[in-house]
């Protein structure tokens, strides 16, 4: 599915990363480690070399925007470009389901971004991400800010997305949590990425 060869940017690299058809990669790392920063080269968000591509599809051959459709990169603290909840969203019906199941209220819609507390605007933005219907999904601690059944809720999500054949890179700093959710988990240090045995 998603390949990478090569990959450098500034202090990142040479990565090398296989992401197959709903596998689970945990990335631990220490803080300013290179997490973030393999994320945004991925999401094409940051110039790099090296080749990135998508089902034998390289990326400079797909429209940026195109390409973080399928590949969406949901950071630590998203951005919002709006006062109004609703607003991030398209469509607020289709997005409404995720929005229960993942605890937040039905009447969210409404509220000022700023009412939100930090873990209900992570999971606001993970529902987001998730309304573009992306290939891979990038999660930048994603439940950093959670409570144990918030956490579980995206846990669970998580695990649906990855049934249904989504590749999911997921960073964390809890080994606990990388065991929990995937399959395999990488280590990256200095920018370079390592397996965790």
């Not at 960073?171 to 200095?190: K, M």
Request: with cysteine; charged share 25%.
């Amino acid at each position: 599915m998603l390949d990478v060869r090569n990959l450098q940017r500034l202090t990142l690299g040479p990565v090398d990363l296989s992401l197959a058809a709903g596998e689970v990669v945990a990335l631990r790392g220490a803080s300013g480690s290179g997490k973030s920063l393999l994320m945004r080269a991925l999401a094409d968000l940051d110039p790099c070399e090296g080749q990135v591509t998508l089902d034998g599809v390289d990326r400079n051959a797909i429209s940026g925007p195109d390409w973080r459709k399928a590949v969406a990169w949901v950071p630590a603290e998203a951005g919002w470009w709006s006062d109004n909840v609703k607003d991030h969203f398209s469509d607020w019906t289709a997005a409404l389901p995720l929005i229960t199941e993942l605890g937040l209220s039905e009447d969210c819609g409404g509220w000022q971004v700023s009412r939100a507390s930090t873990g209900e605007r992570q999971r606001l933005a993970l529902v987001r991400a998730l309304a573009l219907d992306p290939r891979i999904l990038m999660l930048d601690e994603p439940t950093s800010g959670l409570d144990r059944l918030s956490v579980q809720r995206v846990e669970d999500l998580v695990a649906r997305l990855a049934d249904a054949g989504k590749a999911v890179l997921w960073t964390t700093h809890d080994q606990d949590q990388a065991g929990r959710v995937s399959s395999r988990t990488l280590q990256i240090e200095n920018g370079k990425l390592e397996p965790v045995s």
